[in-house]
């Protein structure tokens, strides 16, 4: 997996630091967002033809790697 989060970049200076595949200005809520609601794999790389199957894995490797982060309430 650790493979796959290479894929992901973070720079202040891209997308206002918002994570991003491989540098380019696609973040990762960006497809989580078009797979959420619906959209295939096969969908987002023909509209995203500059993405790989790979950059796809890496996307659902990092949200699954936040969402394991515990949540702390305020009280």
Request: charged content about 25%; aromatic content about 4%; hydrophobic content about 45%.
């Amino acid at each position: 997996m650790s493979d796959l989060l290479k894929r992901i970049t973070i720079d202040a200076d891209r997308m206002h630091g918002r994570p991003c595949i491989r540098g380019l200005r696609v973040t990762v809520a960006d497809i989580l967002g078009l797979m959420s609601a619906g959209q295939s794999r096969e969908t987002i790389l023909q509209e995203y033809p500059y993405l790989e199957d790979a950059d796809i894995d890496a996307v659902l490797a990092f949200a699954a790697r936040q969402a394991d982060h515990p949540i702390i309430a305020a009280e």
